[in-house]
Nanobody, 125 residues
Framework: QVHLAESGGGSVQPGESLRLSCVAS????????IGWFRQRPGESRTRVAF???????DYSEIVRGRFTISKDNAENTLYLQMSALKPEDTGIYYC???????????????????WGQGTQVTVSS
């Protein structure tokens, strides 16, 4: 069992930045995908960004060019640097992981078996 703990959410104004963190305990080994889903108010969860064990990154079109996913293997920590935030980026951001590698975007939400508790991001003027 892998425990994921997110942090870094908050309230910002449009155009500002935030960095989310997700610590995995124990660390993920072998083939895996780890990344971020978000759930906007009244909507189901959607994919945001993912990275696999060899560093391949995949982004949703709605965040490509604004968000950057990265991981620090030594610290077992995943990051999501969010820039140029928009009000529509508001939602709960969940860290999720699966022991399936390859193209992370091809894995369904049900393949992601490890989930964090979520962190709230609010973008409002």
């Amino acid at each position: 069992q892998v425990h994921l703990a997110e942090s870094g959410g908050g309230s910002v104004q449009p155009g500002e930045s935030l960095r989310l963190s997700c610590v995995a305990s124990p660390a993920l080994y072998g083939s895996y995908c780890i990344g971020w889903f978000r759930q906007r108010p009244g909507e189901s969860r959607t994919r945001v960004a993912f990275i696999n064990n060899v560093g391949r990154k995949d982004y949703s079109e709605i965040v490509r060019g604004r968000f950057t996913i990265s991981k620090d293997n030594a610290e077992n920590t995943l990051y999501l640097q969010m820039s140029a935030l928009k009000p529509e980026d508001t939602g709960i951001y969940y860290c999720a992981a699966t022991q399936r590698g390859g193209n992370c975007y091809f894995h369904g939400e049900g393949d992601y078996v490890y989930w964090g508790q979520g962190t709230q991001v609010t973008v409002s003027s």
